[in-house]
């Protein structure tokens, strides 16, 4: 055991994971690379705390962590924090220790595939609404976008700066929206993963927890459609609303996806390996996550998980 995380006093363990996301926060300060690893885990601390002890005890972790964010940086750091981790990190702690009071198959009320699309969900809305209140209080959403990565690309690139910057003005809000989810998400998973190999978890993933929601194709289907539309209208931000969202609703659907490999991978020559060897090349290559978003996107026409599953099933 690592560290036995309920052998000490809850506001103990609170402390020292908010200050440890605290220090996380300054290392990252000192270099970019430094940065790029620990930005996506210092909220891994206070994972750990809410996963193992409760949501009190999180949010307290979690607030201790603010308020030292914001004596030690100042109001913009500790205001940044709050939008990048804080937030999230409530939400999906909230959701996954949401107490059960009408599944009969598990003490939690939401399964981890519902989360996904939840907090995708949430995103959506949000990003959506500000796009839309930007929008009538005359405020160029894409011009600001475009005047934020004119500032961020280094003049000294070879390609075409300009031609670049047209390229990425649609498209950024969604990756860096799917990228929160994610990292979220990730750090919530290897939270759970350690606190299960410790026997201190609340929650144990059950074969319940892959349901998923199945409207996300219609979701998809109508983004698509809003970038087509500014082909023929020159509206703008129907593309930036229409890919935005196209990205969101990826994001679900290639939660289904992995989840139709890994029971595939589940049995046969590959089993044990073959599932942990595509989640490899998927982050080396990218493009076979095309394919994942593929199978999720036609889930609910053929049900592909059920049958494979029935499938796996001994005779």
């Not at 210092?42 to 004596?71: E, K, R, Y």
């Not at 983004?223 to 087509?228: G, K, Q, R, V, Y």
Request: hydrophobic share 55%; proline share 5%; net charge neutral.
């Amino acid at each position: 055991m690592i560290f036995p995380i309920r052998s000490y006093p809850p506001y103990l363990v609170s402390l020292f994971a908010g200050g440890t996301t605290i220090v996380l926060t300054l290392l990252s300060s000192f270099s970019p690379f430094l940065s790029l690893f620990l930005n996506y885990f210092n909220v891994l601390p206070l994972f750990l705390v809410s996963l193992s002890l409760g949501l009190n005890a999180g949010v307290s972790a979690a607030t201790i962590a603010l308020i030292g964010i914001f004596l030690a940086f100042g109001a913009y750091q500790a205001i940044g924090f709050t939008f990048i981790s804080y937030l999230p990190f409530l939400l999906l702690s909230y959701l996954i220790l949401k107490p059960n009071l009408s599944r009969e198959d598990s003490d939690f009320k939401y399964p981890l595939g519902i989360i996904v699309s939840k907090v995708s969900l949430c995103v959506l809305l949000v990003s959506l609404t500000f796009f839309a209140f930007l929008y009538e209080s005359g405020i160029d959403v894409r011009g600001s976008i475009h005047h934020f990565l004119n500032d961020m690309i280094p003049p000294e690139l070879t390609i075409d700066k300009a031609k670049l910057v047209d390229q990425l003005v649609d498209i950024i809000p969604g990756i860096m929206m799917v990228s929160w989810i994610v990292t979220g998400l990730m750090n919530a998973l290897v939270a759970q993963r350690i606190l299960v190999k410790q026997q201190e978890a609340l929650r144990s993933l059950q074969e319940s927890d892959y349901t998923f929601e199945n409207y996300w194709d219609i979701v998809v289907t109508a983004a698509l459609m809003l970038i087509i539309l500014n082909h023929f209208f020159h509206l703008p931000l129907l593309s930036l609303i229409g890919k935005t969202a196209a990205f969101l609703g990826c994001l679900p659907m290639a939660a289904v996806g992995f989840r139709i490999c890994q029971l595939r991978f589940s049995t046969g020559r590959f089993k044990g390996v073959g599932f942990s060897i595509l989640i490899f090349l998927t982050f080396l290559l990218v493009w076979p996550l095309l394919i994942i978003v593929l199978l999720g996107f036609i889930e609910p026409w053929y049900g592909l998980t059920q049958r494979i599953a029935e499938k796996n099933k001994p005779d």
